[in-house]
């Protein structure tokens, strides 16, 4: 008895509803993990978990936690600011700013009466104002201009020779002379001729000619017009006046500045503009300092900068930002009971077989009827290139088709009758010819839908077997052989393994397996790796074989045949399957 029928008759093979149930539970675990990863929860969990391992989270969140107000941009402009509005003179001028004297002082400022002020004293103070008062103040009357031709008029008007002159000038005897001149001959009257040569002896013609000759009458006559006029007698006047200064418009206006000078408003407009305090006040006003202190003050008043302030000082920032909320979400996803199954079932090791394995072919007939998508009915390629299904030589069955196909609760029957039928038989020698049949039953592949060259393909199978018919789930390529058989019964056996065509002839090698409870569902399963194969039997090993590279691409065959006359008792015969599955490696597992 070989390993395996010990174990199987001693129970220590698992059953198929062990093997149906882990793998239920297996696709369970994988489908769910699949919907799982579908969860917009599971997408956010993701979204947050790389967002809080990124370098850029890392930087925020260090940057914001060892955030201090002490040393910070915002401490320094508060500091420069109250240092600014303590120094002595800022404090200084922000009180003369607003104190009454720097009020009373601009109003003098803008006032008239400063603006006369200031316009008298440009005048006042010039070289030429001074001189001319200097000027003013040295003159004298006594040895002025007008003094001497004062002098020089009054000495002539008393002169005698002036006088005798003019006392001529009215005479007969001048007025006889003038008339003898004007004629130029001499009196012809004897009287008159006595009179006008006493004249010229006389010491009045001689004072005439001299006082002529000397032009006395000349400079007395431009004297008396000069001293009599109006601009000689101001002139005069004024320079006999000891206070004639006073009498100048240069004195109105000196006395104008001197009134103004002592002026309460002019006097502490000048003493307030030379004060210690309006210095101040007008360094301070045009300062950098002062325009540094108003764009700090308005710096600091901005609702920004106060939140910005209020943030540094607040020790409880972090837990108060956009990313610890998301660290909170992401904390609360971690605990959520849809993240916790996701990482339980993502860890679990049964789930790794995913990892290597995929499902290629899958058909649990769970829908009425057989999938025609999925599988052929009869030989193939029987109807693809002879136009109908046939039977082989040695087979006593015709192929019916759909006709012997059962479908119901899950279970598929291929089903062999006892049955006059009319089909095709090949022959050797003629190939196909019609031929009458006793038997009906019917045969399914999947070669125009489904081929394998490795990976693992089973069925969960109920045979039921007969030395008359065999039922088979075999591989096959497109043609007659290789075969592998991954069941093929025979009478109260099961065997496995392959049919290699060696010079022409098909040659068996198969591992036969007897003591099965054949009225129970086993698994029939082959694990083809490279050029190994494995076949078990719910999933004990039951043989091994090697393979060289012409078994390749193959596809699945179920089918029932009749080889010899069949008892009735074995009739109708049913070949069950519950499910077919394929799996292929991983892209990078082959």
């Given at each position: 008895m070989s390993g395996f029928s010990l174990k199987y008759k001693l129970g220590l093979i698992p059953g198929t509803a062990k093997i149906d149930a882990k793998w239920n539970k297996l696709l369970g675990m994988r489908d769910e993990l699949q919907e799982l990863e579908q969860s917009d929860e599971l997408a956010r969990y993701r979204e947050l978990d790389a967002e809080l391992k990124s370098a850029e989270?890392?930087?925020?969140?260090?940057?914001?936690?060892?955030?201090?107000?002490?040393?910070?941009?915002?401490?320094?402009?508060?500091s420069e600011l109250e240092h600014l509005s303590r120094s002595k003179s800022m404090k200084q001028y922000f009180k003369t700013l607003s104190s009454e004297k720097l009020a009373r002082f601009k109003k003098i400022e803008k006032g008239d009466k400063l603006a006369r002020f200031s316009e008298l004293?440009?005048?006042?103070?010039?070289?030429?104002?001074?001189?001319?008062?200097?000027?003013?103040?040295?003159?004298?009357?006594?040895?002025?201009?007008?003094?001497?031709?004062?002098?020089?008029?009054?000495?002539?008007?008393?002169?005698?020779?002036?006088?005798?002159?003019y006392n001529t000038l009215a005479s007969d005897s001048y007025r006889l002379y003038m008339k003898a001149e004007e004629s130029g001959e001499k009196p012809s009257d004897p009287n008159e001729i006595k009179r006008y040569e006493k004249f010229l002896a006389s010491g009045e013609y001689s004072n005439l000619k001299t006082v002529e000759k000397q032009n006395l009458t000349q400079r007395y006559e431009e004297l008396r017009g000069e001293v009599q006029s109006d601009e000689f007698l101001e002139r005069e006047k004024f320079l006999k006046n000891s206070k004639r200064y006073q009498t100048t418009d240069d004195y109105r206006l000196l006395a104008e500045y001197e009134k103004l000078s002592k002026d309460p408003e002019i006097k502490f407009y000048h003493k307030f503009s030379k004060s210690g305090e309006y210095l101040n006040y007008q360094r301070v006003h045009d300062s950098k300092e002062l325009e540094r202190l108003n764009e700090l003050e308005d710096l600091v008043k901005d609702e920004g900068f106060r939140e910005r302030v209020a943030f540094l000082k607040d020790k409880k920032r972090y837990e108060k930002s956009e990313d610890f909320k998301l660290e909170q979400e992401l904390a609360k996803l971690k605990n959520s009971e849809l993240i916790k199954k996701y990482f339980a079932l993502h860890k679990a090791r049964e789930l790794n077989f995913f990892d290597k394995w995929q499902v290629a072919f899958d058909d649990e007939f769970t829908r009425d009827g057989v999938n025609f998508e999925r599988w052929n009915s009869g030989i193939y390629p029987g109807k693809e290139v002879f136009g109908n299904n046939y039977s082989q030589a040695d087979e006593l069955q015709c192929l019916n088709g759909e006709e012997n196909l059962q479908v119901h609760g899950g279970i598929l029957s291929i089903v062999t009758r006892k049955e006059e039928s009319k089909g095709m038989r090949w022959n050797p020698q003629y190939g196909l010819i019609p031929a009458e049949f006793q038997y009906t039953?019917?045969?399914?592949?999947?070669?125009?839908?489904?081929?394998?060259?490795?990976?693992?393909?089973?069925?969960?199978?109920?045979?039921?077997?007969?030395?008359?018919?065999?039922?088979?789930?075999?591989?096959?390529?497109?043609?007659?052989?290789?075969?592998?058989?991954?069941?093929?019964?025979?009478?109260?056996?099961?065997?496995?393994?392959?049919?290699?065509?060696?010079?022409?002839?098909?040659?068996?090698q198969h591992q036969t397996i007897?003591?099965?409870?054949?009225?129970?569902?086993?698994?029939?399963?082959?694990?083809?790796?490279?050029?190994?194969?494995?076949?078990?039997?719910?999933?004990?090993?039951?043989?091994?074989?090697?393979?060289?590279?012409?078994?390749?691409?193959?596809?699945?065959?179920?089918?029932?045949?009749?080889?010899?006359?069949?008892?009735?008792?074995?009739?109708?015969?049913?070949?069950?399957?519950?499910?077919v599955r394929c799996l292929v490696p991983q892209a990078g597992n082959n």
């Amino acid at each position: 008895m070989s390993g395996f029928s010990l174990k199987y008759k001693l129970g220590l093979i698992p059953g198929t509803a062990k093997i149906d149930a882990k793998w239920n539970k297996l696709l369970g675990m994988r489908d769910e993990l699949q919907e799982l990863e579908q969860s917009d929860e599971l997408a956010r969990y993701r979204e947050l978990d790389a967002e809080l391992k990124s370098a850029e989270f890392r930087a925020r969140k260090k940057e914001l936690t060892q955030l201090k107000f002490e040393g910070s941009h915002e401490q320094k402009i508060l500091s420069e600011l109250e240092h600014l509005s303590r120094s002595k003179s800022m404090k200084q001028y922000f009180k003369t700013l607003s104190s009454e004297k720097l009020a009373r002082f601009k109003k003098i400022e803008k006032g008239d009466k400063l603006a006369r002020f200031s316009e008298l004293e440009k005048i006042v103070t010039t070289p030429e104002f001074t001189k001319r008062r200097k000027d003013v103040e040295k003159l004298h009357y006594n040895n002025s201009p007008e003094a001497s031709k004062r002098k020089e008029f009054e000495a002539l008007k008393n002169d005698k020779r002036l006088k005798s002159y003019y006392n001529t000038l009215a005479s007969d005897s001048y007025r006889l002379y003038m008339k003898a001149e004007e004629s130029g001959e001499k009196p012809s009257d004897p009287n008159e001729i006595k009179r006008y040569e006493k004249f010229l002896a006389s010491g009045e013609y001689s004072n005439l000619k001299t006082v002529e000759k000397q032009n006395l009458t000349q400079r007395y006559e431009e004297l008396r017009g000069e001293v009599q006029s109006d601009e000689f007698l101001e002139r005069e006047k004024f320079l006999k006046n000891s206070k004639r200064y006073q009498t100048t418009d240069d004195y109105r206006l000196l006395a104008e500045y001197e009134k103004l000078s002592k002026d309460p408003e002019i006097k502490f407009y000048h003493k307030f503009s030379k004060s210690g305090e309006y210095l101040n006040y007008q360094r301070v006003h045009d300062s950098k300092e002062l325009e540094r202190l108003n764009e700090l003050e308005d710096l600091v008043k901005d609702e920004g900068f106060r939140e910005r302030v209020a943030f540094l000082k607040d020790k409880k920032r972090y837990e108060k930002s956009e990313d610890f909320k998301l660290e909170q979400e992401l904390a609360k996803l971690k605990n959520s009971e849809l993240i916790k199954k996701y990482f339980a079932l993502h860890k679990a090791r049964e789930l790794n077989f995913f990892d290597k394995w995929q499902v290629a072919f899958d058909d649990e007939f769970t829908r009425d009827g057989v999938n025609f998508e999925r599988w052929n009915s009869g030989i193939y390629p029987g109807k693809e290139v002879f136009g109908n299904n046939y039977s082989q030589a040695d087979e006593l069955q015709c192929l019916n088709g759909e006709e012997n196909l059962q479908v119901h609760g899950g279970i598929l029957s291929i089903v062999t009758r006892k049955e006059e039928s009319k089909g095709m038989r090949w022959n050797p020698q003629y190939g196909l010819i019609p031929a009458e049949f006793q038997y009906t039953s019917s045969m399914l592949n999947t070669g125009n839908s489904f081929r394998i060259k490795q990976g693992i393909i089973e069925a969960k199978i109920r045979v039921n077997p007969c030395a008359e018919i065999v039922s088979a789930f075999s591989l096959k390529g497109d043609g007659a052989f290789p075969q592998i058989d991954i069941l093929r019964s025979g009478k109260n056996e099961v065997s496995m393994g392959v049919i290699r065509e060696i010079k022409g002839e098909p040659v068996w090698q198969h591992q036969t397996i007897t003591g099965l409870n054949f009225k129970k569902f086993h698994v029939y399963r082959l694990e083809w790796d490279g050029q190994t194969l494995t076949w078990k039997i719910n999933n004990a090993v039951v043989h091994q074989s090697k393979v060289d590279s012409s078994f390749d691409n193959m596809f699945l065959n179920l089918l029932s045949s009749v080889h010899e006359e069949v008892h009735h008792q074995n009739l109708p015969h049913y070949f069950e399957v519950d499910w077919v599955r394929c799996l292929v490696p991983q892209a990078g597992n082959n």
